[in-house]
């Protein structure tokens, strides 16, 4: 199995570099060569085993004998015993035929969690078996940078720098980066917006001179290994709730796109779903080109739901790759277009892709209400991001009959100022982080200049 860029020009790689690589050297992404297939009898085999067990029968075709078998069911078994639920992604039944898959059970209480445990993992046993060093550099309004830091935190050949906006983010957020001591790990706050932060990353990625020679790796979602490592818990909840006997659909709360493109490939794999909704936020390009064919950029909206707010869906490529027939030549040109101006899909791919997706888009005054909604009916408070999701499924599922998974993405106590607004008193954090407002930070405050970012990046890499 090899792994192949979504623009067609860059070459071909294993699974090894493809996960210490970030975005193709052609500007597209990668993916891998061949779909691999798992078989009815390969899905009936998985029913009643733990999660970290099916986490290895799915990516093993993936990793394609690059890591030794028991190697790799140990990386995975390690990445997923963080979490403080014994089925690591519970389903949590909320009406007739419509289920909550919790996937906030992790260090950071959001399903980032589910992929950078292991990413960090990965990078670690392929660094330490080249016997090489590697820094990590991203910049996160959020849930990203604490996903990364706590996927890393144990790395021995990583170091991982992190860059959020001073004073904007919230008090959780920055505490989850804050308030972890390892010595790898590195907070910086910018004396600017996310953008300056996001800017100063891009920069280092595109001349990485400043580290001598040192590897930089990137852990957004344009990695593969996150998108292979979210593939599982589609194959995990469709199987308990009866496949491959029986057909599921899944509702996916979506921003850049790599959540449901990672349910999609479940799909191509031989996983039985009937249906994708994709949920957005009033950020809804994702909506308005599945159901407009409007593929066209718009301001960034500052929403309730604040890990969907995007402009670009960057995962979104992998899709129209496939719907495209792989073809890259036509893929590059469409993204060019998009670059440049409002566009729209070709006929047949928009076809083909609107028999397996639907979309609805939420805006912030229903998020609330839904909030509200869903608690009186169920007990249950959902986050603003799984919020989208609730409302989204109920109203774009075409079939009642079929099992609905909505992807429940965050804790609800992540995201209290949207709980608060809907007029609740506040949500407790879990028991074993109640004490995170109390725990000692550490990071250091800079200006928003390169020079000066880098090099404090250079100085304390170890
Ligand atoms: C990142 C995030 C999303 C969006 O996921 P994508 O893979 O970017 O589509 C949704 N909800 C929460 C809570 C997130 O952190």
Redesign the pocket.
């Known amino acids: 199995m090899r792994y192949i860029s979504t623009r067609g020009q860059a070459p071909a790689l294993s699974f090894e570099d493809v996960v210490l690589t970030g975005m193709a050297s052609d500007g597209g992404l990668y993916v891998p060569e061949q779909i691999p297939q798992l078989s009815h009898d390969d899905l009936a085999a998985m029913a009643g085993l733990s999660y970290a067990e099916i986490a290895f029968r799915v990516m093993k075709p993936f990793v394609n004998g690059e890591i030794d078998d028991e190697t790799f069911r140990g990386l995975v078994h390690d990445a997923y015993a963080t979490f403080s639920h014994e089925a690591v992604v519970p389903l949590n039944q909320l009406d007739a035929n419509h289920f909550l898959l919790e996937l906030?059970h992790g260090p950071t209480l959001?399903?980032?969690d589910v992929a950078l445990q292991l990413l960090g993992r990965l990078l670690d046993h392929f660094l330490k078996k080249r016997g090489e060093r590697a820094v990590i550099m991203g910049a996160t309004s959020?849930?990203?940078g604490s996903?990364a830091i706590e996927g890393c935190r144990h790395c021995d050949n990583l170091d991982i720098f992190i860059l959020h906006p001073h004073n904007r983010v919230s008090e959780v957020q920055r505490r989850q980066m804050t308030s972890v001591l390892a010595d790898n790990v590195f907070n910086i706050a910018i004396e600017g917006n996310f953008d300056d932060a996001q800017a100063m990353v891009k920069a280092s990625f595109a001349d990485q001179s400043f580290l001598n020679g040192t590897r930089l790796v990137a852990v957004n979602?344009i990695n593969w290994a996150r998108i292979m490592a979210?593939i599982v818990y589609y194959v995990a909840s469709a199987v308990a709730l009866g496949a491959p006997h029986r057909q599921v659909s899944f509702c996916?709360?979506?921003?850049?796109?790599?959540?449901?493109?990672?349910g999609y490939m479940a799909s191509r794999m031989g996983l039985p779903v009937k249906q994708f909704v994709i949920a957005t936020n009033a950020n809804d390009i994702l909506h308005r080109t599945l159901a407009a064919n409007d593929f066209s950029k718009q301001e960034l909206k500052a929403t309730l739901?604040p890990?969907?707010d995007?402009v670009v869906?960057s995962?979104f490529e992998r899709l129209l790759f496939e719907a495209y027939g792989r073809d890259g030549q036509a893929v590059s040109e469409l993204l060019e277009r998009f670059q440049a101006e409002p566009t729209a899909l070709a006929e047949a791919p928009l076809a083909a892709l609107r028999e397996l997706f639907a979309s609805h888009s939420v805006d912030d005054a229903t998020i609330l209400e839904v909030i509200r909604e869903a608690h009186h009916r169920t007990k249950e408070l959902l986050?603003p991001?799984?919020a989208t999701g609730y409302r989204a499924a109920e109203r774009a599922r075409t079939d009642a009959s079929t099992p609905m998974i909505t992807l429940a993405?965050?804790h609800p106590a992540?995201?209290a100022e949207a709980v608060v607004k809907a007029g609740f008193p506040g949500v407790p954090l879990p028991p074993h982080m109640d004490d995170l407002l109390e725990r000692e930070e550490r990071f250091s405050v800079l200006p928003a200049e390169l020079d000066k970012v880098q090099q404090y990046v250079a100085d304390r890499r170890r």
């Not at 996916?252 to 990672?262: E, H, I, L, Q, W």
């Open positions: 906030f959001a399903f980032k959020g849930d990203t996903a979602s979210q996916v709360p979506s921003a850049n796109f790599g959540n449901v493109f990672a739901a890990s969907m995007i869906s995962n986050d991001h799984t993405t965050a992540k995201f």
